[in-house]
């Protein structure tokens, strides 16, 4: 039990470190089995030879900043405006199903809502818009990544409102909103400026988190994104499946720069804190009210409406489509409803459900059993995790997985390693543990250690406490952990593409692959099958506790 901080650790970073020299060493040309045996800049020659470098990078850089800075501020206005309101109770029910939507399965509803033949397209044509064929209009993949930004909030403003909210208790909201109110602010203008600056030191590395992923994601650009060229992240996935495998060096220099840009976008944003307390500083000095706080919140609930709008929308065309018979534009709603492409197209979803259910099981119970004995030995030994620890728990979140991925597959490879099953449900660990971790953190340390000491007076040891007694009466938070690691395991798709070397289908690996295509029944059906699989995990952790403690008020009520 003692060792398991230590096995946890090796488990979560040794891929990180090891993936890292894996892409550092082709990147500056050593490679033997590709010939390459001696330090060369030849790698980063012929990266700054492409021509669609600068345009890509810059592409990752604004589109990510982009999305960061949108969801974040949308976060920030949906609290101050709502925290605490009827409507914010509406809000916080709707954060596990936007939660559970898979990242792909998210920006094909989003695409299908706002390309030009889309539903939105559709239910305004032709009586507003005057258009009886689809416009030539570049809206999804347009060549400035909005369409990727507006798939990106949608699904990181939950993130950080469910990150907000475990933050909220040590900011004490409440006593804050109502001195400021007492001195005459408003209530948008007091929350922003005595308790976010709170709030925002609790959830700097989520923050972070986002900003690494926004800037280095792969399946929503590939959905979203525009393609000529793609974000840098897509281009070096491109360039890994080159079948000229000396490409593999070229596609390392690039990993090696999406990492610096990552790193480098990183610092400026922490520079950018420095800037921005001086400025809020100053902005509290002056002791503005708030003019425009009924507008900021409005704003703050228009926003949080397209938000949730955006996605659950995006799943109801999904499933409309998915039993679309002949539908022309400007239809909104098809000729007929039929099944007959589920019927085509179920025994091939048979493979990949099987596959991402089996993938995402393994890695969501490794992780919670390292989670577990993580915690356990906290408490045991009365070891009191830091500051350090919380940022080596993020440090797979903060690296792009671009920047590793490609190295441990070449390591893999190197070893002789079976690149199937097994090495993926590894690869996976490393991204559900933090999230499994942070989960259930907080409910695990907050259980009341006096039945722990009671347990102890009439007896029992420590690991018949914990199996007894400290587990079943943590049964909710630990299964709610663990379909938030089941839903993160399904949604992954460059681990299960690069580890499996492209061996391993998984719904996430089908659905965007027929990206490219443009049967949209069938997109539809993979994307609710991946969405579906996702959503039952989350039931069984609502329902299973109410069942288990059916004849236990308490629990029952806990659950």
């Known amino acids: ?18 993936g890292l020299a894996g892409t550092l060493a082709p990147a500056f040309g050593l490679f033997p089995a590709l010939g390459g045996r001696s330090l060369s800049l030849a790698p980063a020659l012929a990266l700054l030879d492409w021509p669609g470098l600068v345009p890509a990078a810059r592409l990752s850089v604004t589109t990510g900043l982009a999305a960061t800075v949108l969801s974040l501020a949308i976060t920030a206005l949906i609290m101050a405006g709502w925290s605490g309101t009827r409507a914010f109770r509406w809000m916080e029910r709707a954060l596990s199903p936007l939660l559970s939507v898979p990242h792909a399965a998210a920006a094909f509803g ?3 809502l706002i390309a030009p033949s889309g539903w939105i397209s559709r239910a305004l044509s032709p009586w507003a818009t005057g258009w009886h064929h689809p416009p030539d209009l570049l809206i999804v993949q347009d060549p400035w990544g909005i369409a990727m930004v507006l798939g990106l909030v949608a699904k990181e403003v939950p993130f950080l409102l469910l990150m907000t909210l475990a933050a909220l208790p040590q900011a004490m ?15 948008v203008t007091g929350w922003l400026k005595a308790v976010f600056p709170r709030i925002y030191a609790q959830i700097r590395l989520p923050v972070y988190a986002v900003l690494a992923y926004s800037m280095s994601v792969v399946d929503v650009a590939i959905i979203l994104g525009p393609n000529t060229p793609p974000p840098l992240a897509v281009q070096v996935v ?17 990993a090696v720069l999406q990492l610096a840009l990552v790193v480098a976008v990183l610092t400026l944003w922490r520079l950018g804190e420095g800037v921005a307390a001086r400025l809020g500083k100053s902005w509290i000095a002056r002791g503005g009210r708030g003019r425009f706080d009924h507008a900021l919140g409005l704003a703050g609930m228009a926003a949080a409406t397209l938000t949730a709008g955006a996605v659950l929308l995006g799943l109801a065309g999904l499933a409309l489509w998915s039993v679309a018979g002949f539908w022309t534009f400007p239809d909104a709603w098809p000729d007929s409803l039929t099944l007959r492409a589920w019927m085509r197209h179920a025994p091939g979803l048979r493979d990949p459900v099987l596959e991402t259910v089996i993938i995402a099981l393994a890695a969501t119970l490794i992780a919670l059993a390292l989670t577990l004995a993580c915690l356990q030995a906290e408490h045991r030994f009365g070891l009191s ?19 590793f991925l490609p190295g441990l597959q070449t390591l893999a490879l190197i070893a002789g390693a079976d690149m199937g099953r097994g090495v993926v449900i590894l690869g996976h660990v490393v991204f559900v543990l933090p999230y499994v971790f942070l989960s259930l953190g907080d409910p695990f340390r907050k259980w009341d250690t006096r039945h722990a000491t009671i347990a102890a007076a009439l007896g029992a040891p420590p690991r018949r406490t914990f199996w007894a007694i400290r587990l079943p009466m943590l ?3 630990v299964l709610t952990a663990a379909a938030v690691g089941f839903g993160v395991s399904v949604g992954q798709y ?31 059906i993979y994307a609710l099958a991946q969405t579906g699989v996702v ?25």
Not at 1 to 18: D, E
Not at 385 to 403: E, K, N, V
Not at 538 to 551: G, H, K, M
């Open 1 to 18: 039990m003692r060792l398991a901080p230590a096995l946890t650790l090796v488990l979560l970073l040794g891929p990180v470190l090891a």
């Open 110 to 112: 989003i695409a299908f």
């Open 173 to 187: 909201p409440r006593r804050s909103l109502t001195i400021a109110q007492s001195l005459g602010y408003c209530r």
């Open 238 to 254: 491109r360039w890994m499946g080159d079948p000229d495998l000396t490409m593999r060096f070229q596609a390392a220099a690039g």
């Open 385 to 403: 995790p830091g500051a350090r620890s919380l940022w080596l728990l993020y440090l797979p979140l903060l690296i792009p997985q671009i920047a």
């Open 475 to 477: 049964l909710a938070p």
């Open 494 to 524: 460059l681990p299960t593409l690069l580890i499996g070397g492209g061996r391993v289908q998984t719904l996430t690996t089908e659905a965007v692959a027929l990206a490219s295509g443009g049967d949209r029944r069938v997109i539809g």
């Open 535 to 559: 959503i039952l995990g989350f039931a069984a952790a609502l329902l299973l506790p109410r069942l288990a403690w059916a004849n236990r008020r308490a629990l029952r009520a806990a659950a």
